[in-house]
């Protein structure tokens, strides 16, 4: 039993690669939604998006820092 | 490309969105949900065994750090819902601009010359409070009604678009 639960550890990657394509895909989304309305107001949405996006690279990159250790 | 095209000599005059308690409510749930497995692992940790191995440590961060990504995008997925639900008032038409999701959305426009009447709906002690309420147009057009549920401060929306109503009836005489 703990061997195959072993076992899917190696298939984490997977998990982890789709999870993330997910990811880019709504990333790409948003962005593609807030450049269409930024006419509406620009700076509040500049901002909102360097926000998320800085929250988005980061935990990418702590969920990086974390799989590599796996 | 933008969603609204001026007219020449138009303008906005402003904007009527949702209140931001709907958004308040989702990030405090959401941030419950962030903390809910520190939670739970801070009762394994004080039942179970007081040692962990690093490989439960580094699953645990990964998954952890994954549901966190996962939070983050909702909540911002949860802001564009709100942030595009927005009636744009011009100085000839009301802009109504019904955001569903990411890929569904309804846009309709009612010239200030077809507003026959404006009604604001406010229940409720926190929405008396914070001035939630729902707003609805009547008009003359094919689509005799326009209305946002959940609008912010909807009195003055009302106001705004009073006035530019009897401006705009005062010009065509």
Known sequence: MFTNIENLFNYVWVVYLVFMIVIIFIVLALLYHWGKYAQIKQVKFRFTQVVFLLGVVFLSMLSFAFFIKI | ?173
């Open chain 2, 1 to 173: 490309m933008s969603v609204i095209e001026l007219e020449s000599g138009e303008y906005v005059v402003g904007l009527t969105r949702k209140h931001w308690w709907r958004l308040f409510t989702w990030g405090v749930g959401l941030g419950f949900l962030a903390l809910l497995p520190v939670v739970a692992l801070g009762v394994f940790v004080s039942f179970g065994d007081k040692e962990v191995s690093d490989k439960i440590l580094y699953t645990g961060g990964f998954f952890y750090s994954l549901w966190l990504l996962a939070l983050w995008v909702m909540y911002f997925v949860e802001w564009t819902d709100y942030y595009l639900d927005v009636w744009v008032v011009t100085n000839h038409r009301v802009v109504d601009i019904d955001q569903a999701g990411l890929f569904s959305r309804d846009v309709a426009t009612v010239r200030l010359e077809d507003i026959e009447d404006i009604t604001v709906e406010v229940h409720g002690m926190l929405e008396t409070f914070l001035k939630i309420g729902m707003i609805t147009i009547q008009t003359a057009g094919s689509r005799n009604e326009f209305y946002l549920k959940n609008a912010n401060n909807p009195e003055e929306a009302k106001q705004m678009i009073y006035s530019l109503v009897t401006e705009s009836r005062k010009a065509e005489k």
